[in-house]
């Protein structure tokens, strides 16, 4: 959400949500000025944004200088969310290739024209659905991780399937190259530890809340997710066998050649 500021007479913008907030924290900020976005029928006072109503009231709650500064934000616990997302893809391949094995193929006819950006829509629109409904996902419900808005009130399911969209195109680069994935999780951790929040939840305004685990819930998320992961190794190995006997026959048949 882009934000417009006048203070005086002098209007400035936009900013991103982010960045009104930390200005507002830091003081710089009334809470009188008017702003105003695109969605606001008119201009208002900051402190009467509904984005922004929640920080205004905690910074009216805040302690005289004089005693000791509030603690500091809590753990964004980069890795439960990795392992979270990461438990969800791994759920969501068992079933789509157990699928195709039952239509009697395997991942290797997967077409590599406009179906490989296409295969993951039903994963986007279950998390989407999964958490307005639920608040959370089946890896994030292991972990006790759960997604709210900022007043921690259920997402809509449109703000759900925007926030899924971006956070399959910024957090995995659409899964269309390991590298490339890879090169949006060194991003997305940079920002989290950073900011303590995702780069799609920045963009959506969501919260995620969650708690440190105790070893008996990572006990039992590991073991799960092992179990999960095998079940995905032995649906995809027809389709692992079928190209290590092509490469086989390659190489046979390139070594008659060459004799």
């Not at 991103?16 to 710089?28: H, K, M, P, Q």
Request: hydrophobic share 45%; charged share 25%.
């Amino acid at each position: 959400m882009e934000i417009w500021i006048a203070e005086g007479e002098r209007k400035s913008g936009p900013f991103e949500t982010y960045l009104v907030r930390g200005r507002i924290e830091e003081g710089d900020l009334s809470g009188d000025e008017l702003a105003w976005h695109k969605d606001q029928d008119g201009w208002v006072k900051l402190r009467e944004m509904d984005v922004f109503r929640s920080t205004f009231e905690i910074k009216s709650q805040e302690v005289p200088v004089a005693l000791p500064p509030p603690l500091p934000p809590g753990e964004p616990y980069p890795f439960l969310r990795f392992f979270a997302r990461w438990f969800d893809i791994s759920l969501y391949l068992v079933c789509f290739f157990s699928l195709f094995r039952l239509a009697g193929r395997d991942f290797t006819e997967i077409d590599t024209g406009p179906f490989l950006y296409l295969y993951f829509l039903p994963c986007l629109l279950l998390e989407a659905g999964i958490v307005h409904k639920l608040a959370t996902t089946p890896g994030k419900y292991l972990l006790g991780i759960r997604v709210t808005t900022a007043d921690e009130n259920q997402l809509t399911i449109q703000v759900a399937l925007v926030r899924s969209l971006r956070a399959f195109i910024v957090g995995l680069g659409l899964m269309v190259h390991p590298f490339l994935t890879a090169i949006c999780h060194v991003y997305c951790l940079w920002y989290l530890l950073r900011r303590k929040e995702a780069p799609w939840d920045t963009m959506t305004n969501t919260k995620v809340t969650a708690q440190r685990p105790s070893v008996h819930v990572v006990v039992r998320f590991t073991l799960v997710f092992l179990a999960v992961v095998s079940l995905l190794f032995v649906v995809l190995r027809p389709g692992f066998d079928a190209v290590l006997e092509e490469v086989i026959k390659e190489e046979r048949k390139r070594s008659g050649e060459v004799r």
